[in-house]
């Protein structure tokens, strides 16, 4: 059983197109994350969520918009894509606000072209 | 100049070396430490998990944290080739404050 599942986990599309990414917890977890991966590995935090309320929003260009339909859902929608936008995205979850029991999901390659 | 650095390496040893992973940081507020391991296309699963200054031993992996230099590491003893992975350092002040990685240290062990 998969923990954190995000879908797909390999995207490649037009610069101008609108996207989701899709992730899933079964961990009965209270907060949701998305994180951006850069070619260089470095791992930044996006946006959290608390039982489907925004508690961290970091700098992000607003054609990002998370959804949390529910506390096991955190969705991510790009709008008007860019080459820069080009990176892996991880969906990740923990308990409460535990960073100690924060769990990743595989990962979202997206490539813009 | 980047809160946490870490070496990208990549670092290549011997099967059965012991390995030391380290990182700097800037921020005295930080409280909790943490190691990832991330595989190729793999999401990065936390490893080890400490508060405070001290060690923390775990089978082969040992973690240290000196907070009066600000320095953190991550010991693996008689690496594997199973072991050859990205290890990302990790650390929060706590509360509700963000997590905030290293750039992560690529570790090859050869057979």
């Known amino acids: 059983d998969t923990a954190v599942s995000q879908t797909p986990k390999y995207l490649v599309t037009q610069m101008g197109n609108d996207k989701s990414i899709k992730c899933e917890q079964n961990?009965?977890?209270?907060?949701m994350y998305w994180y951006k991966q850069d070619s260089k590995k470095f791992l930044k935090i996006m946006f959290s969520?608390?039982?489907?309320?925004?508690?961290i929003n970091e700098t992000v260009p607003n054609r990002f918009s998370p959804k949390s339909p529910d506390k096991a859902h955190l969705n991510l929608h790009i709008n008007s894509l860019e080459l820069g936008d080009s990176a892996v995205y991880f969906c990740?979850?923990?308990?409460?606000?535990?960073?100690?029991?924060?769990?990743f999901g595989e990962g979202s390659w997206l490539t813009v072209v | 100049q980047k809160e946490v650095e870490q070496d990208p390496g990549p670092l290549s040893v011997p099967e059965g070396a012991i390995v030391s992973l380290n990182c700097t940081y800037s921020?005295?507020?930080?409280?909790?430490f943490m190691w990832y391991r991330q595989y190729s296309r793999k999401g990065p699963e936390l490893l080890m998990y400490?508060?405070?200054?001290g060690n923390k031993e775990d089978g082969r992996f040992t973690a240290q944290v000196d907070k009066s230099s600000k320095y953190i590491s991550l010991f693996i003893r008689d690496s594997q080739p199973s072991d050859s992975a990205t290890y990302l350092c990790?650390?929060?002040?706590?509360?509700?404050?963000?997590?905030?990685f290293g750039t992560g240290t690529q570790l090859k062990v050869e057979l």
């Open positions: 990740a979850s923990s308990q409460e606000q535990g960073w100690n029991t924060i769990y």
């Open positions: 961990l009965g977890h209270d907060t």
């Open positions: 969520y608390n039982n489907k309320e925004l508690i």
């Open positions: 921020n005295s507020a930080f409280q909790y």
């Open positions: 400490t508060y405070s200054s």
């Open positions: 990790a650390m929060y002040p706590g509360g509700g404050n963000k997590l905030t």
